[in-house]
C-alpha cells in the first residue's frame, strides 16, 4: 500500500531558510548525524522550526528530486540553462501543479530536461493532495540517472547485483541501482536484502547523498570516460564532426574539433584532416567535455606476451562483443573487440563471454594485430 506524507511536513522539511544545524532528535538515528550534518551545512536539506530533523520520516518524490538537484548544484554541477528549462516546462509544471517550493520548478525542469524522469511521472507524485513517499529503488532511479550524466557509464548494465530480493526489483530501475551499487553508493541490508519497495526514509536520504556525492567530487578529475564510436559526418568547413556510438543505436555526439582536442591515429598526434568518414574511433572526455579522438590505438599490440588487467566495462551489442581492460602494469585503458574464437578459460576449464564480470582480473594474449586470443583467470 502507498505511504503518503502530509504536504505542511514536506514544506518544512524543505525550506530555504535554516532554522539552525543543532538538531535536537538524532538519536533515533544517531549514525546518520554526520550525514545530516553535513547536507544541512550544504544547504541541501533543512531541518523543522522546532529545531527537529525527524530522521525516521519518509522522502516524498518532490523531495527527492529537489535534493538531487540541490546536491548537483551544490557541486558547481547544474548547466546554467535551467532557467530556459523552467520556461520550456511551463505548462507542465502548471499542469501537475508542482508545489511552490523554492527551487522545485528548476529541480523538476532539470529532471525531465536530463531525462531523469518523464513529464508524466509527475502525476504519480501526489494523490489527493497528499505526497506519495518514495520507494528505495525509485530513489536509486533517479539518483542513477542523474549522477550517471558526469559517470558516462552504459545505463544498460543490471548484471552482478547480489541482492537476496533481486526479483522485486523493477527492471527500469536495476541498472540504475546498479550503477549506484558498483560505486559503492548504495549497499543492501545486513542480511543482503535491498527492500526496493520500502520507503527512504530522511536518515538514510543523508547518507545516500554525502556518499554520492563524494563519489562525483572523487571522479570530477578523472579523464576516464571512454567512448568507442564512428565518424559519420564531418564538416570540414567548420571542423565539426557527428559522431555514432557504436554500443548504442541512438546515441550520436556532435563535437567541435578545435585546439583542446587531441588527435592521435596509429599511436601518432594528426590533425583533424586525418579523420576520415566511417573511421571507428575512441572518444575520451573528461567531465563531459571531449578531450581526444584515437584512432587505431586502442587495442595493446604486445604479440605472444602475457598481460594481465581488471575488466572495467563489457559490451554485447548486435552480436559484437567488447572489453575495456585497466592494463595491470601501466594503468592504461584498452578497448577490444572480441572474434568468435577467443579462448577463454576460468579456474582450467571452459568459459564464455557471459561469466566475465565486471571487476575480473584476468591474463590474456594478443594475436597479430592487437585482437584477444585467449584469456584466462
Known amino acids: 500500500m502507498k505511504k503518503y506524507i502530509a504536504l505542511f511536513l514536506i514544506i518544512a522539511l524543505l525550506s530555504q531558510s535554516a532554522y539552525g544545524l543543532t538538531f535536537t532528535d538524532l538519536a533515533p538515528a544517531e549514525w546518520a548525524e554526520p550525514y545530516i550534518v553535513d547536507l544541512a551545512e550544504m544547504g541541501i536539506v533543512n531541518g523543522y522550526r522546532d529545531n527537529t530533523y525527524r530522521p525516521l520520516e519518509s522522502v516524498s518524490h518532490y523531495a527527492a528530486i529537489l535534493v538531487v538537484y540541490r546536491a548537483l548544484d551544490a557541486q558547481g554541477l547544474v548547466d546554467a540553462d535551467v532557467v530556459k528549462w523552467v520556461n520550456r516546462y511551463h505548462s507542465v509544471l502548471s499542469e501537475y501543479d508542482v508545489p511552490s517550493w523554492p527551487e522545485l520548478d528548476e529541480a ?47 545505463m544498460q548494465r543490471s548484471a552482478g547485483l547480489p541482492f537476496r530480493d533481486l526479483a522485486e526489483i523493477d527492471a527500469i530501475c536495476a541498472p540504475s541501482i546498479a550503477l549506484l551499487y558498483r560505486h559503492g553508493i548504495i549497499a543492501g541490508d545486513d542480511k543482503g536484502y535491498f ?37 559519420a559526418y564531418k564538416l570540414a568547413e567548420t571542423n565539426k564532426i557527428t559522431f555514432y556510438d557504436l554500443t548504442s543505436d541512438t546515441k550520436s555526439y556532435f563535437e567541435e574539433i578545435n585546439e583542446d582536442v587531441e588527435i592521435v591515429v596509429d599511436g601518432k598526434l594528426a590533425t583533424f584532416e586525418d579523420l576520415q568518414n566511417g573511421q571507428n574511433v575512441v572518444l575520451t572526455y573528461a567531465n563531459d567535455k571531449l578531450k581526444r579522438v584515437r584512432v587505431g590505438d586502442y587495442a595493446k599490440v604486445v604479440d605472444g606476451d602475457i598481460l594481465s588487467g581488471i575488466i572495467t566495462d563489457k559490451v554485447d551489442f548486435k552480436g559484437a562483443r567488447y572489453l575495456y581492460i585497466v592494463d595491470g602494469d601501466s594503468g592504461e585503458l584498452f578497448f577490444y573487440q572480441l572474434s568468435d574464437d577467443v579462448s577463454m578459460m576460468r579456474a582450467g576449464e571452459k568459459t564464455s563471454f557471459e561469466v566475465l564480470r565486471i571487476g575480473d582480473r584476468i591474463r590474456y594474449t594478443l594475436r597479430d594485430g592487437g585482437q584477444i586470443e585467449t584469456i584466462r583467470y
Do not use: C
Open 108 to 154: 523538476v525542469a532539470y529532471a525531465i530536461e536530463k531525462r531523469i524522469i518523464a513529464p508524466a511521472d509527475l502525476r504519480d507524485f501526489m494523490i489527493d493532495g497528499a505526497h506519495v513517499a518514495i520507494p528505495r529503488q525509485k530513489m536509486a532511479l533517479y539518483m542513477g540517472r542523474a549522477w550517471n550524466e558526469f559517470l558516462g557509464e552504459d
Open 195 to 231: 527492500n526496493p519497495g520500502d520507503s527512504l526514509n530522511r536518515a538514510a536520504l543523508a547518507k545516500l547523498l554525502i556518499t554520492g556525492i563524494a563519489e562525483l567530487v572523487a571522479t570530477e578529475n578523472v579523464e576516464n570516460r571512454n567512448v568507442l564510436a564512428y565518424v
